[in-house]
């Protein structure tokens, strides 16, 4: 059927056949282009969300003149196979044990207004051939960067130190910070409760068992396992620290949060904390490990 013949069936003129077919292909192009902004950040952050997404890409959508909401952005994904699947694997990483001292929880129901208040902290496991690796992590609690990590070959409390050792190294001052994190032995023990009073940090754990009152730090290693991808398994320890190095830097100065207003944890820490005219370094660093 030829252009003429279908506009006069359906009841159309070809000046308004023409003008939809010139729109569906300036939309269809507009998308194209969406796509590739969408890969692009992709590569930076393998599995993050739409939501993430569409602020990521919104100030290249905007100078496009390209109009995409939520839904439509969310449609498009899934016509081309790109909305992300989760998946949740667990091991446990927390030993808890009654003879360890037990602190109480100076975290949950507070408010915090600035960096350096408080930090969470947490492990998770990484997957390195057929053993496991890892990861200790520390979190500001208000501008949700992580301060301090360091990927271990053990659950030995001296892993959990290096982190905090970092975390410490960042802070123009320690004096008054609220350390929370699980009732996991590495927090409790000598060493590292003893670098703790060194710095003037207080203590806070949650209850036994409860992983809602460490929920902030749970919410990171899930950001880290599923988005970052560190919870595929590596090949080798190298292999591993460059993938965890890698989404640490992504996850402190790429990723837009919606409790930070859409804004990078690295704005927030560096912008809004009353030290931010003081030099530091702008994403925690391990120093390499050897590969084993």
């Not at 899930?222 to 996850?251: S, T």
């Amino acid at each position: 059927m030829s252009v003429k013949s279908g506009c006069t069936y359906f009841g159309y003129s070809r000046s308004a056949y023409y003008g939809w077919m010139d729109s569906k292909l300036k939309e269809e192009a507009q998308y194209d282009l969406v796509l590739e902004l969408v890969r692009d950040h992709r590569r930076t952050h393998p599995m993050i969300g739409t939501r993430k997404l569409q602020e990521l890409i919104k100030e290249d959508t905007e100078r496009l003149d390209i109009s995409i909401g939520r839904d439509r952005l969310f449609d498009l994904l899934r016509s081309e196979g790109m909305l992300v699947k989760r998946k949740r694997k667990y091991v446990v990483t927390t030993q808890s044990f009654m003879r360890y001292s037990k602190y109480e929880d100076l975290f949950n129901g507070k408010v915090w207004t600035s960096a350096h208040q408080a930090w969470v902290s947490d492990i998770t496991y990484i997957r390195v051939g057929d053993s496991f690796r890892y990861l200790y992590l520390i979190t500001d609690a208000y501008s949700r960067k992580i301060v301090g990590w360091y990927l271990g070959n053990t659950l030995e409390s001296k892993c959990a130190v290096e982190a905090l050792k970092m975390a410490i190294d960042q802070c123009p001052s320690t004096e008054g910070i609220v350390h929370h994190s699980d009732r996991g032995f590495q927090y409790c023990s000598k060493i590292y409760t003893e670098l703790l009073e060194k710095g003037g940090i207080k203590s806070s754990m949650g209850e036994a068992g409860n992983c809602y009152d460490n929920a902030m730090a749970e919410r990171v290693n899930g950001i880290l396992k599923i988005e970052y991808k560190l919870g595929d398994r590596f090949k080798n320890l190298k292999e591993a620290f460059a993938a965890v190095r890698h989404g640490v830097w992504a996850y402190n100065e790429k990723r837009p949060h919606c409790s930070l207003n859409m804004k990078k944890p690295i704005e927030v820490h560096e912008g809004l904390t009353v030290f931010s005219s003081l030099k530091r370094k702008s994403s925690p660093r391990q120093k390499p490990v050897k590969a084993i």
